[in-house]
T-cell receptor, first 114, second 118 residues
């Protein structure tokens, strides 16, 4: 069965650079969530989208922005990268009408800022 | 606001021992969902179980079992006859009922690192 695809799987950037992470949800899933997991931390909700509109916002820094496109894939754009942005970034998708919070997670993108 | 607490940051057991991972949650909603995820060293989040707040029936799946008690706001996870492959970080998570124009993001506990030694 198709799963959530995230690319790239690994990314190394220097401080102050920008990074773009991509997420391709499971077909027919219209809701996408982004989470950030720092080293030794639990995943923290960043932002979610439903039908290309932002549906909720968590602890996402102003340097980050995200959007969902007409094909439902989503991109997380990160600018002025800091060392503290080094983390595992997960994307998850679900059908909006599922309603129970279960989302299907991608494998994650490991971002290292040096 | 919702909160999930996993008081055990790290547990070490010897293979074949039983182990219980604790999870306590806080929420103002009467309808909510609880989850357990496994995160092996490779990093992916593996879904284990979902339970809604109206279903307090305990569940068993092979060596895994879950004990949901609303009275104590707990959703504990037991692994019977642990194996080395069970070594991972385990997260408990909570999602509140669907809100208008909002998704159902998960609030995770801090995780419990389980080490099963041969």
């Amino acid at each position: 069965a198709a799963g959530v695809i995230q690319s790239p799987r690994h990314l190394i950037k220097e401080k102050r650079e920008t990074a773009t992470l991509k997420c391709y949800p499971i077909p027919r899933h219209d809701t996408v969530y982004w989470y950030q997991q720092g080293p030794g931390q639990d995943p923290q909700f960043l932002i979610s989208f439903y039908e290309k509109m932002q549906s909720d916002k968590g602890s996402i820094p102003d340097r980050f922005s995200a959007q969902q496109f007409s094909d439902y894939h989503s991109e997380l754009n990160m600018s002025s990268l800091e060392l503290g942005d080094s983390a595992l970034y997960f994307c998850a998708s679900s059908p909006w009408d599922r309603g129970d919070g279960e989302a299907f997670f991608g494998q994650g993108t490991r971002l290292t800022v040096v | 606001a919702q909160k999930v607490t996993q008081a055990q940051t790290e547990i070490s057991v010897v293979e074949k021992e039983d182990v219980t991972l604790d999870c306590v949650y806080e929420t103002r909603d009467t309808t909510y969902y609880l989850f357990w995820y496994k995160q092996p060293p490779s990093g992916e989040l593996v879904f284990l179980i979902r339970r809604n707040s109206f279903d307090e029936q305990n569940e068993i799946s092979g060596r895994y079992s879950w004990n949901f008690q609303k009275s104590t706001s707990s959703f504990n996870f037991t692994i019977t006859a642990s194996q080395v492959v069970d070594s991972a970080v385990y997260f408990c998570a909570l999602s509140e009922a669907e809100r208008d124009n909002a998704g159902n993001m998960l609030t995770f506990g801090g995780g419990t690192r389980l080490m099963v030694k041969p």
